[in-house]
């Protein structure tokens, strides 16, 4: 874990951040800061509020209350043109990769540097056939549709595409979900390796453990809304809370009850 | 009691909806007048609803003028009218059947596609990801639907105007025995420029109407592949009333007597 500078902000900052969809509470007062270059995984079940907490960092959802600060500034109340702006240090890699399926490959990698920072379709997309090598794809794969590639496939493009633009900040949305172990490696390796080769914060939501020991330097649980644990990586074993031992270890039996509803 | 709270939920959900609406409109009109625009998606669009949909509409246009001149010579021969028939081809086509017969076929194929790509965009993340793209997906994707849809339907329905009133002269000339020249002369005799210019205008809504509600139900959909299915039916059904409604509408503000 990297530790953060005092002249410098936290590079995420989340301050007592509420979201409810009608009567349903998702986010309870969310606590969470994310140093430069750090790697935080954050943990919990299905249904906890992890992926309304970073639609919520991207502005894609808006909280109900609560502040948010990317590089110490505060992000809940931006006009759509600054959001925008913002957004340029953000990458993501969905859950379902997300990947436009009406463009090639290539198209898909290449997006945000043709639409959003307006670059000659050429130049981005030698910039683009780069991105595919760092994640093992051949230029040949640039060619085709997202829909002739196999699910592991297709999160290496999604990872590729979120690395394109070089962002400064990288969401990972359980980015193995789905995928067989040995691809849930492979993926793992990719996201360890382009973080530190770009720099990058990173913030990876999962539920999986194997992933969470690989990539994370720093992990935080989120339970009911509320982040209820944060420690080092190495720590996780020994947390002394029950419901990270119960998480970690995958027991049925603890604190921890199911949840039924979905968000 | 009970009957007052439903009465007042349904009038508060409807308002709701009216008012997103509104408010999905407004941001979509925005985004087609303030740069940057994507002239690549407005084309792709433009040659999706424009050109894609000349064969169904032409069909549609050439029997629905057929029909109309083999129909209006059964009826008119009663009182000796048989006269009329290319006229009344001509003004029906124009002003009526060919923008809303024209606007119906567009909302069944463009409206019902628009929503379920949107639709599953949405439910995919893929709207999302255009946004973390500092993409907005208003211009992305509304924008030039909105636009091509507005600015095809009046060629469209030009076209279908055309061969509308050739499947009358078919009929009227091969199975009518009429004199392919008075038909012609018959047809130019009573028709005014704005009988055309009124459907051309219908035209223009309703390619607004039917990209607006293929737009604004995909948009919303949630809930994976039922939900997609609904936008695309909500998309379909909504269009074609919205399009009848306004034809009455725009009907009454050019050729009301009053």
Not at chain 1, 106 to 126: S, T
Not at chain 2, 66 to 86: D, N, T, W
Request: proline share 5%; charged share 15%; hydrophobic share 45%.
């Amino acid at each position: 874990m990297s530790q953060v500078p005092p002249a410098h902000p936290p590079k995420i900052s989340l301050k007592n951040v509420h979201k409810a969809f009608g009567p349903k509470v998702v986010l309870n007062g969310i606590d969470l800061e994310v140093g430069r270059g750090e790697s935080l995984v954050v943990i919990g079940g299905s249904g906890t509020g992890k992926s309304v907490m970073l639609k919520c960092i991207l502005g894609l959802l808006s909280p109900d209350s609560g502040s948010i600060r990317v590089d110490g500034e505060e992000t809940t109340k931006l006009r759509p043109r600054e959001r925008e702006k913002l957004l340029h240090k953000f990458g993501m890699l969905f859950q379902g990769a997300a990947l436009f399926d009406s463009l090639k490959v290539w198209e898909n990698v290449a997006f945000g540097l043709i639409q959003g920072e307006h670059m000659p379709r050429a130049k981005a997309k030698d910039i683009a056939i780069a991105k595919m090598g760092a994640v093992g794809l051949g230029p040949e794969v640039g060619e085709l549709f997202p829909s002739e590639l196999s699910g592991g496939m297709q999160k290496r493009v999604g990872l590729a595409r979120a690395i394109a633009d070089e962002p400064e900040i990288i969401f990972f949305d359980e980015p193995t979900t789905g995928l067989d172990p040995i691809m849930a490696d492979v993926i793992n390796e990719l996201i360890v390796k382009c973080v530190k080769d770009l720099g990058a914060t990173a913030v990876t939501i999962t539920h999986d453990m194997a992933s969470a020991r690989k990539i994370a330097d720093r992990v935080a649980m989120i339970y009911q809304g509320r982040i209820i644990w944060t420690g080092h990586a190495n720590d996780i074993d020994h947390s002394g809370n029950p419901h990270v031992d119960q998480f970690v270890h995958g027991r049925g039996e603890g604190p921890i009850k199911m949840q039924v509803r979905a968000l | 009691m009970g009957f007052l709270a439903a009465t007042g939920r349904a009038f508060l959900i409807f308002l709701e909806a009216t008012g997103k609406l509104a408010m999905f409109t407004a941001a979509a009109l925005s985004h087609c007048v303030r740069p940057p625009l994507y002239p690549r998606q407005i084309l792709r669009q433009m040659i999706d609803i424009g050109y894609y949909s000349l064969p169904v509409v032409g069909l549609t246009a050439l029997f629905t003028g057929m029909v109309l001149a083999l129909q209006s010579y059964s009826g008119f021969s009663r009182f000796q009218a048989e006269g009329a028939i290319a006229t009344v081809v001509a003004l029906s086509v124009t002003r009526e059947l060919g923008p809303v017969l024209g606007g119906l076929m567009v909302a069944g194929r463009i409206g019902a596609a628009m929503a379920a790509e949107i639709g599953t965009m949405r439910v995919t993340e893929q709207i999302d990801a255009l946004s973390t793209l500092s993409t907005n997906p208003f211009k992305y994707l509304v924008a030039p639907r909105l636009i091509a849809g507005l600015t095809m339907l009046p060629l469209l329905v030009l076209v279908a105007d055309i061969i509308g009133v050739f499947g009358g002269f078919l009929v009227g000339v091969y199975r009518l025995d009429f004199n392919p020249a008075s038909y012609i002369g018959r047809t130019w005799e009573f028709l005014e420029p704005v009988d055309v210019i009124s459907g051309l205008v219908k035209a223009a809504v309703f390619g607004f109407m039917v990209s607006l509600m293929g737009c604004y139900h995909g948009y919303h959909s949630r809930g994976g592949a039922q939900g997609v299915g609904a936008a695309t039916t909500n998309a379909v059904v909504s269009a074609s009333i919205l399009i009848l409604v306004w034809n009455y509408l725009i009907t009454g503000i050019f050729f009301s007597t009053k």
